[in-house]
């Protein structure tokens, strides 16, 4: 069975840090761009990172960039996130979650298309003094 | 722009069939993904490319996009499709996953 479980997430104040972690099992692991993705409370989905399968491709949403980093142990099976100068519209239940991709033809040329197939159950991070 | 706009709510007779709707123009060229979101719960993928659900997935949910439109129907509805659902794609640069605002459906 294909799990994602993050761990890592709680109570913090403000300008502090956490780092996240989600153990990947039941696919292989290093094959696959990986993401977190967040939900502050009674919002919508916000995609915060993503990493390609060797770590070569590496995107931050603008609300994050330049205080997240994403990174990922291909041999722990694991995606870390960690996170500083933490502020309280932060707070959010973060997600790993895998992504796949697949290609059509369309006439000549091939489309891609991508779609998050794996999420883990989400770990909550507090923000607050 | 990479936004892509859902409207927030949606409403449906159980057994009737309802369309969740999803715009933008990076949505121009690609295929979009949906996930239905029940409260509590992690999102699960219901539908994605040009007709594809995952396993387990009812066939009463199918997909189409014409243009800027991506949309979900459900066919059919059943009480326990009343969720949360969000599309989503890439930015107009492709590199970046972006989501809609989600849209609430309720099955009266």
């Known amino acids: 069975e294909m799990q994602l479980v993050e761990s890592g997430g709680g109570l913090v104040k403000p300008g502090g840090s956490l780092r996240l972690s989600c153990a990947a099992s039941?696919?292989?692991?290093?094959?696959?761009?990986m993401n977190w993705v967040r939900q502050a409370p009674g919002k919508g989905l916000e995609w915060v990172s993503s990493?390609?399968?060797?770590?070569?491709?590496?995107y931050y949403a603008d609300s994050v960039k330049g205080r997240f980093t994403i990174s990922r142990d291909n041999a722990k099976n694991s995606l870390y996130l960690q996170m500083n100068s933490l502020r309280a519209d932060d707070t959010a239940v973060y997600y790993c979650v895998r992504e796949s991709r697949m290609a059509t033809l369309a006439g000549a040329l091939y489309i891609y298309y991508y779609y998050m197939d794996v999420w883990g159950k989400g770990n909550t991070v507090t923000v607050s003094s | 722009s990479s936004e892509l706009t859902q409207d927030p709510a949606v409403s449906v007779a159980l057994g009737q069939t309802v369309r969740i709707t999803c715009q933008g123009d990076?949505?121009?060229?690609?295929?979009a993904s949906w996930y239905q979101q029940k409260p509590g719960q992690a999102p699960v993928l219901v539908f994605y490319g040009k007709n594809s659900r995952p396993s387990g997935i009812p066939d009463r949910f199918s997909g189409s996009t014409s243009g800027n439109t991506t949309s979900l129907t459900i066919t059919g509805a059943q009480a326990e499709d009343e969720a949360d659902y969000f599309c989503n794609s890439r930015d107009n640069s492709g590199n970046q996953p972006v989501f809609g605002g989600g849209t609430k459906l309720t099955v009266l």
């Open positions: 990076s949505l121009r060229g690609r295929y």
């Open positions: 990493i390609s399968s060797s770590s070569n491709y590496i």
């Open positions: 039941g696919f292989t692991f290093s094959s696959y761009t």
